[in-house]
């Protein structure tokens, strides 16, 4: 079973930047692809970012431009840089190894003035 300890999360103004950080363990980290998703309270959870064992990346098309996913295998852990941040980007942000089925707490961030 996967083990996810995310942080980064907070409060954050409209233009502000975070990073979130996914410390992930009980995996070979290295091969896996690994994901950030959000769910807004009411909507569905939605795919943000990947990243592939090969360091490929995809993003959302909300985020593209504004967010960045990384990676480092030597820590077992995988990051969001956020900036431009806007209202709507609101939500808690999971990470997850792609087809673990294991889902981690979380962590909320909030886009507000």
């Known amino acids: 079973q996967v083990h996810y300890a995310e942080s980064g999360g907070g409060l954050v103004q409209p233009g502000g930047s975070l990073r979130l950080s996914c410390a992930a363990s009980?995996?070979?980290?290295?091969?896996?692809?690994m994901r950030w998703y959000r769910q807004a309270p009411g909507k569905q959870r939605e795919l943000v970012a990947s990243?592939?064992?090969?360091?490929?990346?995809n993003y959302g098309d909300s985020v593209k431009g504004r967010f960045t996913i990384s990676r480092d295998n030597t820590k077992n852990t995988v990051y969001l840089q956020m900036n431009s941040l806007k209202p709507e980007d609101t939500a808690v942000y999971y990470c997850?190894?792609?087809?673990?089925?294991?889902w981690g707490q979380g962590t909320q961030v909030t886009v507000s003035s």
């Open positions: 997850y190894a792609f087809q673990t089925g294991s």
């Open positions: 009980g995996i070979i980290f290295r091969i896996y692809s």
């Open positions: 990243i592939g064992s090969d360091g490929s990346t």
